[in-house]
């Protein structure tokens, strides 16, 4: 059964400022043929969740839906995150560290932050 297709009141402005990104970024979004019109459309469009819905499966295919659900998925997190006093921190690494850690991080398969907690913990725990 196909998941139901909805744009939550709460969720209006991950979706607005996901699709303005999209355009601002990807040429064939949403298709290479259509995207002036769905831009226009999309400009002139009452930002509501009804009328956002309606833009999206009008010009959306079921890949571009997917990424959709996927930055709302991502927007909600950060802000749970956010006002449960888990919000992310941004470092700056060399490319080099990048590189080890990516490759660190692949190999045990976990994220990036994972594989530093993991890590780091072990660390702390020993030099305690």
Partial sequence: MARRKEILPDDVTAVVAYIDRRFGTDLAFPSKESQVDANHSFAHLDKTPEKILAWCENWLSNDQWHQLRNAVRASRKRRRDRYQD?????????????EYLSLLARRDDLTLSEYLERTLAEAYRKAR
């Fill in 86 to 98: 888990r919000s992310p921190v941004t470092i700056t690494l060399s490319r080099r560290a990048w």
